[in-house]
């Protein structure tokens, strides 16, 4: 639950001329908490982000010289009865997300500065060398792309709560796309004649990434903001990302003598748990909406079809990398199969239907 809008008629700045949430407390507070009491988060976050139905009597302050708003609801297809209802799951603010961001930087340069102290990289499988220097470095490509349309889309979130989701993810898929860029480059020190242009090389030209840059370009060209976010993490991340990221690496690495990338690529694995739970909360909500629900789970079910048929394209394509590590110990069926159950998985927990994605 959120705070009401002030009435109408009242045109007053002066104190106990309008009736908010917290009039009778002797604490101060202007918005209804989600909980008994204001989280530290929502403090730093609900009204941040102004909105004229609320609390600007005057209207927006500044708009475009078009007459367009500051904000608008209009920046997206999906309708709402109350936006300011979203609350991020993991409830991170500037602060805590900056904690967290340099927690996971300290694990992961302690991870490779062990490995390489202890000469790990010498110990790496030579097949496995090609598929970290050609596929793991055309991967950091994709997570930069979807960082990038993710800070483009965040400017057009209708509140401060749905633009922190947004942004903090933005910032999770650039950190990682950095991780991968200084992981290459140590493992270089490392191992003689090891390529780092390789990967912008593959993702440029081999056939087995191109399906994958299409999908992201075509979220990257979405106009609609919430569309680019449900399309990064209900529909490529599950069916292209983890399929990437824990289906392939993670599974791969240990049997190829490298211990040190599953580390690294695990810390993306934790991030996307933390962006994928904000964004079933939004797009839940927004399903359930009272007055726009089906209307919004149509939409959903539109956009699913559009980027599923291409993330789904994508996965097909990569399939020759599960044959390039010497010693195989996972099978692509096995992964995709995992991977679309995790789609309909997070499909029935928002309330729509994957099926015309995966069929099943």
Known sequence: MSAQPQ??????????AATFPGSDSRKYNYFEPKGRKAS???????????????YLLQDWIISFPDGTPTYSKDWTAAKSSNWHKFRAVDQEWERTHYQRQSKIESMIQGVVA???RAGAPNSFDKAWIGVLQNDLGAWKHAEFGLGTSLMQAQRYGYTQMIN????TNSSYKLRFSQDLTLYLGEL????????????????????????ARKSIETIMGATDYLEQY????????????????????????????DFISPAVVSAAEGDYERNLANTVELFAMLVQDQEHGER????????????????????SQMQPIWSQPRVKVAQFNDAFDQAKNRL???AAEIGFDARPVIGG
């Open 40 to 54: 530290h988060y929502e403090d730093m976050t609900v009204d941040v982000q102004p909105d004229p139905e609320r």
């Open 188 to 211: 270089a020190l490392d191992i003689d004649g090891f390529d780092l242009d390789a990967g912008k090389k593959h993702w440029l030209e081999d056939p087995i990434w191109q399906g």
């Open 344 to 346: 309909r998985a997070i």
């Open 164 to 167: 922190n989701a947004i942004l």
């Open 114 to 116: 062990n490995g390489r």
């Open 7 to 16: 009435e109408s008629q009242v045109r007053s700045g002066a104190a106990g």
């Open 230 to 257: 449900f399309a990064t993490n209900v529909i490529f991340e599950p069916l292209v990302g983890e399929l990437f990221r824990s289906g392939f690496v993670m599974q791969m690495a240990a049997s190829q003598n």
């Open 296 to 315: 919004n789970r149509q939409l959903l079910v539109k956009w699913a079809e559009i980027h599923g048929k291409l993330a789904v394209d994508a996965a």
